[in-house]
């Protein structure tokens, strides 16, 4: 067998076993933007049809920008639903990342019909459809993979406007994380409405 058949067919385990107990509609759920000293957290749940196999298709970490971009395409054409929503930077403030990452997964959720749930990593404190947390699900669920290239691009992408905009901190280059590059424009021009407060505070 072909090794990206391997790998298809690797990635549809955890949706065969919810198939298994009746959940026909199950989404994947993922967030990007964790890490980056400025912008929006975002995230995206996907509902690919059942055994669909996208060449290519892993978690978000592992591909390239431009294998990203092809694949993001791909996905909203053949998935049965798809959503991409985000988290404020005011919401990260106010709720810590970690539950604003959490927010904007659960709003992706809400925006597709779906009666499951596979979330990528732990913690995640619940949604109005059942679901399960899956420690690098991102490589393990085909939907998991592939809300993981939907939230990444779309983040990019948003990077890249707020780039137009604050052109002095060279977002379009490190997409807010804490670069050499980016600490010295921060430290250079202060922070903007963009950043998140209580991640640059220790660099300004």
């Not at 807010?176 to 998140?196: D, N, W």
């Amino acid at each position: 067998m072909p090794k990206q058949n391997r790998q298809s067919l690797d990635l549809w385990v955890e949706e065969r076993t919810l198939r298994e107990r009746g959940f026909l509609l199950i989404c994947g759920a993922d967030e990007a933007g964790r890490g980056p000293l400025a912008g929006d957290v975002y995230a995206a749940a996907v509902v690919l049809p059942f055994g669909l196999e996208i060449p290519g298709l892993n978690d978000s970490k592992k591909l390239t920008e431009k294998r990203r971009e092809e694949l993001f395409g791909v996905i909203c054409e053949k998935a049965l639903s798809y959503a991409v929503a985000s988290a404020t930077v005011e919401e990260i403030e106010r709720l810590n990342i970690r539950n604003a990452a959490f927010l904007a997964m659960e709003r992706a959720i809400s925006r597709i019909e779906t009666d499951f749930a596979i979330i990528d990593g732990n913690g995640f404190n619940g949604c109005k459809v059942p679901y399960m947390t899956l420690v690098g699900g991102d490589g393990k669920s085909a939907n998991v993979a592939a809300a993981s290239i939907l939230a990444k691009v779309s983040r990019d992408r948003y990077m890249l406007e707020l780039d137009k905009k604050y052109p002095m901190y060279g977002f379009a280059k490190h997409k807010g994380y804490g670069t050499e590059l980016h600490i010295r424009a921060l430290k250079e021009y202060g922070a903007c409405e963009v950043h998140r407060p209580l991640f640059v505070k220790k660099f300004i």
